[in-house]
């Protein structure tokens, strides 16, 4: 950091790496079985009123979110201490989240590995550059403000869950179909395996993220068709599209707002540097003591960022730990998240993220004064 180069070995964290199966069996405990058991009273209550729906589903969002957050550790392989059983839990969550977990992981990882360089990590709102906006029509303006308007969480949180992975399945085979009749015209001997490794998809990077985006796929429609039929059509898409349509806004704006924020860090590649991507481009989320467990204290996320295999119940420890070297952090409250929806050009000349109505106001022509002679 600018007049404090604080090197990543003066933190304190190998104490806080290891991971507690006993500590992680219990969080998964206390996460899955309440939220089933929600849905099980929100049938009881539907039957008596629908005005009993709205608390109870208040609580499955909330869940919900921490089955998302207990999900991302797994990707981290922290959670657990085995890798193999954060792969199967990971791969639960991400049934009921309806989100392929392995794939989803891969990128969340590569995040992780340029966190700050805004050439080569736009963000989950892809966002672009002052220079990028300028160059757009005035109707391609609007149609990215709009689409980065804080509201619109709510329609894509839906598709990036529900919609997303089941477009990437069709689209990955759609175009295998493709390279298998393209490969048999060339080799008529290849073995459908073969002509399978060979195929390079848009939509999965590696067989293991195929296997688990067909299964995951499998696994979610399979339970959707079950449960339409076991709960009816009408108030199982009811319930369980707000559900997964909050929870989805939730964690999105959570992970919005802790790297897009005004100061935050936001580099070139050339001269970026990796700690300070962690320490001043991640914000810490100061939330109410109930948030920070449904959020799985995903709140200190510079902590996270600085070390990503420390697991969710030892990043409190780990923050207070070594607060005396987390003074550049930015500390962000509940009042301070809507100032952050702002946030959503990335000015390559200065290095920081402005608002597009910054952005507007520096680029008016300055006023010629005329001199009176």
Same mark, same amino acid.
């Given at each position: 950091?600018?007049?404090?180069?604080?090197?990543?070995?003066?933190?304190?964290?190998?104490?806080?790496?290891?991971?507690?199966?006993?500590?992680?069996?219990?969080?998964?405990?206390?996460?899955?079985?309440?939220?089933?058991?929600?849905?099980?009273?929100?049938?009881?209550?539907?039957?008596?009123?629908?005005?009993?729906?709205?608390?109870?589903?208040?609580?499955?969002?909330?869940?919900?979110?921490?089955?998302?957050?207990?999900?991302?550790?797994?990707?981290?392989?922290?959670?657990?201490?085995?890798?193999?059983?954060?792969?199967?839990?990971?791969?639960?969550?991400?049934?009921?989240?309806?989100?392929?977990?392995?794939?989803?992981?891969?990128?969340?990882?590569?995040?992780?590995?340029?966190?700050?360089?805004?050439?080569?990590?736009?963000?989950?709102?892809?966002?672009?550059?002052?220079?990028?906006?300028?160059?757009?029509?005035?109707?391609?303006?609007?149609?990215?403000?709009?689409?980065?308007?804080?509201?619109?969480?709510?329609?894509?949180?839906?598709?990036?869950?529900?919609?997303?992975?089941?477009?990437?399945?069709?689209?990955?085979?759609?175009?295998?179909?493709?390279?298998?009749?393209?490969?048999?015209?060339?080799?008529?001997?290849?073995?459908?395996?073969?002509?399978?490794?060979?195929?390079?998809?848009?939509?999965?990077?590696?067989?293991?993220?195929? =296997? +688990?985006?067909?299964? !995951?796929?499998?696994?979610?429609?399979? *339970?959707?068709?079950?449960? #339409?039929?076991?709960? /009816? $059509?009408?108030?199982?898409?009811?319930?369980?599209?707000?559900?997964?349509?909050?929870?989805?806004?939730?964690?999105?704006?959570?992970?919005?707002?802790?790297?897009?924020?005004?100061?935050?860090?936001?580099?070139?590649?050339?001269?970026?540097?990796?700690?300070?991507?962690?320490?001043?481009?991640?914000?810490?989320?100061?939330?109410?003591?109930?948030?920070?467990?449904?959020?799985?204290?995903?709140?200190?996320?510079?902590?996270?960022?600085?070390?990503?295999?420390?697991?969710?119940?030892?990043?409190?420890?780990?923050?207070?730990?070594?607060?005396?070297?987390?003074?550049?952090?930015?500390?962000?409250?509940?009042?301070?998240?809507?100032?952050?929806?702002?946030?959503?050009? =990335? +000015?390559?000349?200065? !290095?920081?993220?402005?608002?597009?109505? *910054?952005?507007?106001?520096? #680029?008016?022509?300055? /006023? $010629?004064?005329?001199?009176?002679?």
């Amino acid at each position: 950091m600018i007049g404090n180069p604080i090197k990543k070995s003066d933190f304190v964290l190998s104490p806080y790496i290891k991971s507690n199966n006993l500590r992680a069996t219990y969080q998964i405990l206390n996460t899955v079985v309440p939220y089933f058991l929600l849905w099980i009273l929100a049938v009881k209550a539907a039957s008596i009123s629908f005005w009993l729906l709205p608390p109870i589903m208040v609580l499955m969002v909330l869940f919900s979110v921490r089955c998302f957050s207990l999900m991302h550790d797994c990707g981290h392989y922290s959670l657990f201490s085995s890798k193999k059983v954060n792969r199967v839990v990971g791969f639960m969550f991400g049934v009921i989240n309806a989100i392929p977990q392995y794939p989803w992981s891969r990128g969340h990882a590569y995040h992780h590995k340029t966190n700050g360089d805004w050439e080569r990590y736009r963000g989950p709102s892809a966002l672009i550059s002052t220079q990028e906006f300028a160059k757009l029509s005035p109707s391609g303006q609007w149609w990215y403000e709009f689409l980065r308007h804080p509201f619109m969480i709510f329609p894509g949180g839906f598709f990036y869950l529900a919609i997303k992975p089941r477009l990437a399945l069709i689209a990955g085979i759609y175009g295998f179909w493709g390279h298998l009749l393209n490969y048999l015209k060339q080799y008529p001997d290849i073995t459908l395996m073969g002509c399978f490794s060979s195929y390079k998809s848009k939509t999965w990077y590696t067989t293991a993220e195929f =296997w +688990d985006l067909l299964f !995951n796929n499998i696994c979610v429609v399979g *339970s959707w068709i079950f449960l #339409s039929y076991f709960l /009816g $059509v009408g108030f199982f898409w009811s319930v369980y599209s707000i559900t997964l349509t909050c929870s989805a806004a939730l964690f999105i704006c959570v992970f919005f707002v802790q790297h897009n924020f005004e100061g935050s860090y936001a580099h070139k590649t050339e001269g970026w540097n990796y700690l300070r991507g962690a320490i001043e481009g991640s914000s810490y989320l100061e939330l109410p003591l109930i948030l920070k467990w449904f959020s799985a204290d995903i709140g200190y996320h510079n902590i996270h960022h600085l070390c990503e295999r420390i697991p969710n119940y030892n990043l409190e420890a780990c923050h207070h730990h070594n607060q005396h070297l987390l003074t550049r952090v930015k500390t962000l409250r509940i009042a301070d998240i809507s100032d952050c929806f702002k946030f959503i050009l =990335w +000015d390559s000349a200065s !290095n920081r993220l402005v608002s597009i109505s *910054s952005f507007r106001e520096a #680029s008016q022509p300055k /006023g $010629v004064e005329i001199g009176v002679h």
